[in-house]
Each structure stands twice: as C-alpha cells, then as structure tokens.
C-alpha cells in the first residue's frame, strides 16, 4: 500500500500582516542564531540593524511584512519585502520560522509565497519583484520557477556562505506576470 503526501495549498494559509504586537515572534523568526543558521538566506548576522527596526520600518510604510499561518501550527514563515531603489521595484526575503518542517508536507514554500504575493501585488505601487537566490539554493529556485519568475542573470559571490560567497541567481517577477495563488494552486494540484 502506497499513501502520497498532499501538497500544501495557498488556500489552507492565512496571511496575516505583521504588527508592533508581533515583536516577539519577529525576534524569535530573526534571532542571531537563527540566521546563522540559515546560509542560503539573503539576511546575514550583519543585518544587526534590519532585524531591530523591521517593526519600525512597517509601521512607518518603509517595507511590508506578512506571516503566513497554517491553522493549529502557527507562523509558517515570515516575509519581508522593501523597495529596492528605484519606483516600483521590490525586493524581499522569506524567512522560514521553527515549526514550518513539523508540517510534514511538500511545497510550504511555494504555498506561502504565493499567498503573500496576491496581497504584495494587490497595490499598484509594486510593479516588479527581484530577489537573489543562492546557487546552492535549489528547492529555492524550483519555488521561484513553479510561481512564474523569470531567471534573469547570474550575480557572482553575492551571498554569504559557510565557505565564503557564492553566486546567486536574479530572480524577477512583474506583476503583470502574477497569475494569483488560485492559479497557482490549480496548477500544483494537477
């Protein structure tokens, strides 16, 4: 007898903006110790100031923050997104917190971008979202190939890793491309 796991869904996610309320949790998903253990993630242990004004820079409109909650396992990760310097370019980083391996489900990844993406781009003032992923950072760049972004270029030892810098690839995604999380849960379901 042969029993398949069921993927995640957008659809069983709830997305929950980030609040001055949340500072414990956004502290527990930014420790020192948690980014330092995560050496595929674009936030390093410099990102000293980041990680202590990420409330502050929310509540100001300077970035955009969401949960992604599975009910009855909590934050399933965080995502964080800032303009990237010139009008209408983003950039953010997803930030996968403790319990997201106790799903015990494939495609967490995918399911939480996609419903945080639909909320991201319901604005009009984000015209395209680019992000770098590592080289080694496969299951990552599968996500990002599943949810429609288009690989743009190779950045050479952009991001830090346990033996130094390694390349990442640019990942751009225009809202123009956006499908939505419906489309992209019919198409993980088929």
Known sequence: MTSTMSRLLPSELVVREISERDQDIVDEFLSAERISSMSDSGFTEADDETRQHVISYISAGIARGWFVELPGHGPLCLQLYMPFGVPGVWSGDV???PGASGVGRPGVGTACMAAVLDALFAGDDVHRLMG?????????LRMCDRLGFTREGLVREQMPSPDGRVD??????LSREWRGAAAIEEQLVR
């Open 95 to 97: 930030i996968n917190g």
């Open 132 to 140: 770098f992923v590592s080289v080694t950072n496969v299951p990552s």
């Open 168 to 173: 990442a690839v640019v990942m751009g995604l």
